[in-house]
């Protein structure tokens, strides 16, 4: 059963346009959420996180909106750049149930295009 | 560098043979994970360590795979009678502190069984 999910496995986008990133969970008990960035050949970068208590959390061109009630996060990268091309991974994870132990979606690669 | 450390980088193996990965933590970090990554997925949860102790293992981990944190430092996971099947990515994690924090990947260790 995938309780974190994906739903687009790739997503182009222009220089200097908004990227949009989803993400959807299953299970309620997750109560912090995080995006991961990865290269080839390399393990993921931490991008940002949000607590199940927030809505909404920025950091510089990177956005996480969370909303509980559909269960689905996103991430926002404006002005998107040639260098946020990656695969981006949504994951989530509930410290009481799970012990901080990460669940990962299957990743949306993400080309930006100059 | 303070990052996740992991050795080696990659390993090629034959079948039935045995293998052994070690992963140093952020210093500071008390808890450390193991995760399995193959192609077109997501990072996949083997096994965490607060500390020396070995609080939880996945399904996924089988009798031949075995970790350990004999000091609470680094920490090896090695596998044993390797099949093709255990092909694959694989990462350490660690993070610090109580609740939900971010966790830090190492580079992962890139195993081939032939």
């Known amino acids: 059963d995938q309780q974190v999910k994906q739903n687009s496995p790739s997503l182009s986008v222009q220089e200097g346009r908004i990227s949009i990133l989803n993400c959807d969970y299953t299970?309620?008990?997750?109560?912090?959420f995080l995006w991961y960035k990865k290269y080839p050949a390399e393990g993921p970068t931490f991008l940002i996180s949000i607590s199940s208590i927030k809505d909404k959390n920025e950091d510089g061109r990177f956005t996480v909106f969370l909303n509980k009630s559909a269960k689905h996060l996103s991430l926002h990268i404006v002005p998107s750049q040639p260098g946020d091309s990656a695969v981006y991974f949504c994951?989530?994870?509930?410290?009481?149930?799970?012990?901080?132990?990460?669940?990962f979606g299957a990743g949306t690669i993400l080309r930006v295009k100059s | 560098d303070t990052g996740v450390s992991q050795d080696p980088r990659h390993k090629i193996t034959k079948r039935g043979q045995n293998v052994t990965f070690r992963c140093d933590p952020i210093?500071?970090?008390?808890?450390l994970y193991w995760y399995r990554q193959t192609l077109g997925q997501g990072p996949e949860f083997l096994t965490y360590?607060?500390?020396?102790?070995?609080?939880?293992k996945s399904r996924l981990l089988s009798d031949r795979f075995s970790a350990e944190r004999p000091k609470g430092s680094f920490s090896t996971l090695e596998i044993q009678r390797t099949e093709q099947g255990d092909s694959a990515m694989y990462l350490c994690?660690?993070?610090?502190?109580?609740?939900?924090?971010?966790?830090?990947f190492g580079q992962g260790t890139r195993l081939t069984v032939v």
């Open positions: 210093s500071e970090h008390n808890r």
């Open positions: 994690a660690s993070s610090h502190g109580q609740g939900n924090t971010e966790a830090f």
């Open positions: 360590f607060q500390n020396e102790a070995q609080l939880e």
């Open positions: 994951a989530a994870a509930g410290y009481m149930e799970y012990g901080n132990k990460l669940v």
């Open positions: 299970n309620s008990m997750f109560d912090y």
